[in-house]
């Protein structure tokens, strides 16, 4: 009850309003279930009112028990645990803890250790609390305050492996509801039920991608090496990778066929659409690096689903540059998770090499009207020129 409570707090006054407000008539003729108004954006004069004093506050109890380890227990209590339906409180939450492991992220120092925790950095609220704060390991398992002129020391970094099993089987259990109300299989609790699991499903493959990603140049040796165990951990007792793939796979069939004959300057993606490609890459491509079998696992994860021929996921990373101009950096982010899953690896560059073009096929009618043929050069580079007269 004190995990919803803070939940429902959390949001800015005029979004608890409009949920108090009793809906139209029109709008509960024929409704059988409550309905889930989403937060409306506020303004400048509401982000200066008391209630965001309060956010800040309970922003800050929630990132602290997210930094004892303990975010998986959040979401559960948060959850529908009997109808196993994603809730508005956990998509709130789930929000809360990505923005804090950015901003944790975000504020490394040119000395290599983090700053403040959380965005508002604490400068107020820690000084009204009589403590300081100082460089923490990581929001999601160990915290380092400054209390009374005592250190309460961080928690062991091995928890970090846990911890990121733990959100990994989390994801993984709401991208199974999430596929259900997709395909069909199941209905909505709440209108906009399929939108929320969507988006809590992000987040938390978010918050799995920035923390298996860098490390600081202050973290020892065998500090750092909990994470290529996570990694490791991950890829071995979770179907993460072969269902990141199959999402991707889901964004890339679903943009080409809406896109069809459309030149690549005029590619659309919803912002949804990009939300999900950019995450599930940057994840795939955190989970296989330096790590051999993941790596393989991307090679030989088989026939992704909705596939008209096999592929496996390292086709599907290379297929989704495609979508480059209509989703900003995922060309970035995709030639980053080529260059993880090849690097030491002459399977996966065997593999890629075979894509390239070994011939050119044969002309076509079109061409043949241009008075132009395709050749191939020593180096495999494709080049136009006009036919011998």
């Known amino acids: 009850p004190l ?3 803070l939940l429902r707090n959390l949001l800015p006054t005029t979004a608890v309003l409009l ?18 108004r989403p937060p409306v954006s506020t303004t400048a004069a509401d982000n200066n009112s008391k209630s965001d004093s309060a956010t800040e506050w309970i922003s800050l109890i929630l990132e602290r028990l997210a930094s004892r380890g303990l ?11 009997q109808t196993g339906a994603v809730t508005p409180e956990q998509v709130v939450l789930a929000s809360c803890i990505r923005h804090a492991v950015d ?6 120092t040119p000395s290599g250790e983090t700053g403040g925790f959380g965005r508002r950095r604490l400068s107020i609220a820690a000084k009204t609390a009589g403590m300081t704060i100082e460089t923490r390991p990581h929001p999601l398992w160990g915290r380092t305050d400054v209390s009374a002129g005592r250190a309460i020391p961080a928690r062991d970094s091995r928890t970090a492996v846990p911890v990121l099993l733990s959100l990994a089987n989390e994801a993984e259990e709401m991208r199974l509801r999430a596929n259900a109300l997709r395909e069909g299989k199941a209905s909505e609790l709440y209108d906009g039920e399929k939108n929320c699991t969507t988006r809590i499903v992000n987040d938390i493959c978010d918050i799995l991608a920035q923390s298996l990603g860098r490390t600081t140049s202050s973290e020892s040796a065998d500090k750092s090496n909990f ?14 990778i072969l269902s990141s793939c199959k999402d991707l796979a889901a964004v890339l069939d679903s943009a080409l066929e809406r896109n069809s004959g459309r030149k690549a300057r005029e590619l659309t993606l919803s912002s949804q659409d990009q939300q999900t490609a950019i995450v599930m890459v940057r994840l795939i491509g955190n989970l296989v690096y330096q790590c051999r079998y993941n790596q393989d696992l991307l090679r030989v994860c088989g026939r992704i689903t909705g596939a008209s021929t096999e592929r496996t996921g390292l086709h599907l990373i290379l297929s989704c540059t495609s979508l480059a101009p209509a989703c900003f950096t995922l060309r970035e982010w995709c030639i980053v998770a080529i260059r993880n899953a090849l690097e030491d690896n002459a399977a996966n560059q065997e593999t890629v090499r075979r894509l390239e073009a070994n011939q050119v096929a044969d002309d076509t009618p079109e061409l043949q009207r241009l008075g132009v043929k395709i050749e191939l050069d020593a180096n495999g580079n494709v080049q136009v020129k006009r036919k011998d007269p």
């Open 227 to 240: 994470l290529a165990d996570a990694r490791s951990v991950l890829g071995r007792e979770t179907s993460i």
């Open 3 to 5: 995990m919803n409570a």
């Open 19 to 36: 949920q108090q407000q009793p809906q139209p008539k029109s709008e509960l003729k024929g409704v059988s279930r409550p309905k889930f």
């Open 103 to 108: 901003d944790y992220h975000s504020t490394t």
């Open 71 to 81: 975010l998986s227990q959040m979401l559960r209590s948060a959850g529908g645990v």
